[in-house]
């Protein structure tokens, strides 16, 4: 059927492949000569290249994680298991836009894998490839494919991936009449505006490096002049300012990487680490409390132990939301007016409330006060 949009995407990706002649075969990847102005990097496929290099991470890679990293990264719940360090693919793309319709191309995919579990200094492993020019898109999704096929399916952990990578991957797919392929999706994005909303101007991931894991990006590309360097290597030939952006890429998944290791220390111990990674508390205890009681069939005791302690912590230093939530467990589950009262006049010493909560909470107090003194059944 000559309107057939499958058909049209086959004529097209097959033109695409006959780019040397009809009969003879593509020509095999092999190394680039030492001249190149891509070292490091060999031909993976028509107009696209590959490199495969590996980066130090600043935080422990256990042997597995603590079950408990599922409070942070609730994908892990949903997908009913935490993975184990060896199942995980870190995920970043570089694109020629910001929005996720079908002319925006993806020009640069990065993949991390972890190596070397339980020793110092961790490491992460991470391979690349690069479009080096449009005819090349159908070799280039095709080598990224190939990486999401080393586990069926793969844990893919990205940052933003969820709204923006995985949705420009779903569509250069569908222009390249390849299927997208499966896999679980944990976007870290979400965990750190979690932890971090109130505590930072942003929640972008240079940011939450910089400032929350002490990451070094000087001399970093930002990433929104990527797609100015890509067509400007498409006018020039010159790649110099290219390999900026495949190493601010690099970067990312490394970063990216860092701070899923950084959740799992503060998921494993969250009191002990508050001091390290300055999140915020009483956001992460509701979030504990919110899980504990979604995910009741996937936590144990442990875990239900941490949040009780990490929720008492939050509301004894006066954080409101955390005072009340214990209030109302003092009051109604333990049948102790005075240990909520304590909790409710903690709240109440904070400088700064919203107008509402501190008539809320006055009334509160007035209310167990009067219980507490034998003046209110």
């Not at 028509?46 to 990264?73: D, G, I, M, S, W």
């Not at 997208?180 to 505590?199: E, G, K, M, V």
């Not at 409330?353 to 167990?368: C, M, T």
Request: glycine share 8%; charged share 25%; aromatic share 8%.
């Amino acid at each position: 059927m000559p309107h057939n949009l499958k058909a049209r995407l086959g004529r097209i990706r097959g033109q695409g492949h006959t780019r040397h002649s009809d009969t003879s075969p593509a020509p095999k990847p092999a190394a680039l000569p030492p001249d190149a102005p891509w070292p490091g990097w060999t031909e993976a496929g028509f107009k696209t290249l590959k490199r495969t290099l590996c980066r130090e991470l600043p935080f422990l890679l256990p042997e597995n994680f603590p079950k408990a990293l599922a409070v942070l990264v609730p994908d892990f719940a949903r997908a009913g298991r935490v993975p184990a360090p060896g199942e995980l693919l870190f995920f970043d793309l570089e694109t020629t836009g910001l929005s996720g319709g079908a002319g925006t191309v993806a020009f640069l995919a990065a993949f991390g894998r972890f190596s070397a579990p339980g020793r110092l200094p961790s490491q992460i492993e991470i391979t690349q490839y690069l479009l080096l020019d449009y005819p090349g898109e159908a070799d280039f999704v095709e080598n990224a494919i190939k990486e999401f096929a080393a586990a069926a399916p793969p844990f893919v952990v990205s940052y933003n991936g969820k709204s923006f990578d995985s949705q420009i991957l779903k569509t250069r797919c569908l222009m390249s009449g390849i299927m997208p392929p499966p896999y679980f999706h944990a976007d870290l994005l979400h965990s750190a505006r979690r932890l971090w909303r109130r505590q930072l101007p942003d929640c972008s991931q240079a940011t939450i490096e910089t400032s929350v894991l002490g990451l070094d990006r000087s001399g970093d590309v930002p990433g929104a002049l990527a797609p100015d360097i890509w067509f400007s290597f498409l006018r020039s030939g010159s790649g110099r300012e290219l390999l900026s952006v495949c190493d601010h890429n690099a970067r990312d998944i490394s970063g990216l990487a860092s701070l899923l290791l950084a959740l799992a220390e503060i998921s494993n111990a969250p009191l002990k680490s508050r001091d390290r990674f300055r999140f915020d508390e009483e956001a992460l205890a509701l979030s504990w409390r919110r899980e504990m009681k979604k995910g009741a069939l996937f936590f144990g005791e442990a875990e239900q132990k941490t949040g009780g302690l990490l929720l008492e912590s939050a509301a004894r230093n006066g954080c409101p939301a955390a005072s009340i939530a214990m209030a109302k467990t003092a009051e109604w589950q333990h049948g102790d007016p005075a240990l909520a009262l304590e909790y409710t006049a903690r709240a109440l010493q904070k400088a700064e409330l919203p107008r509402r909560l501190r008539e809320d909470l006055e009334k509160r107090h007035a209310r167990l006060l009067g219980k507490t003194t034998g003046l209110l059944p």
